[in-house]
Nanobody, 115 residues
Framework: QVQLVESGGGLVQPGGSLRLSCAVS????????WAWYRQRPGEERDLIAM???????NYVDFVQGRFTISKENTANMLYLQMNSLKPEDTAIYYC?????????WGQGTHVIVSS
């Protein structure tokens, strides 16, 4: 029972943009806190952006001003708009809850930033 399905990744040049999507199949999507996570080879998953049920957002410094997290409650969808991409952004991106216990991880979506 896959509850988190990420999509939208791909290969982009430095300075380019991507919009990642996360389809969530659980109850009470709209009142939970959600987040995007990044994982690079050999590293742990790191939370990079978070949004509360009331649409308050938080970002780590290295994506602040470049990435925007948002959601559509009716559609149970979470998004990450990624602008001004850098090679350092190359990673697998996952969605999950941002508070409490994590749901089983989805497959993630690969982002490669390279010229």
């Amino acid at each position: 029972q896959v509850q988190l399905v990420e999509s939208g990744g791909g290969l982009v040049q430095p300075g380019g943009s991507l919009r990642l999507s996360c389809a969530v199949s659980i109850l009470n999507f709209g009142i939970r806190t959600w987040a995007w996570y990044r994982q690079r080879p050999g590293e742990e998953r790191d939370l990079i952006a978070m949004i509360t049920g009331g649409d308050l957002t938080n970002y780590v410094d290295f994506v602040q001003g470049r990435f925007t997290i948002s959601k559509e409650n009716t559609a149970n969808m979470l998004y990450l708009q990624m602008n001004s991409l850098k090679p350092e952004d190359t990673a697998i991106y996952y969605c999950n809850t941002g508070q409490g216990s994590r749901l089983p991880w989805g497959q993630g979506t690969h982002v490669i930033v390279s010229s």
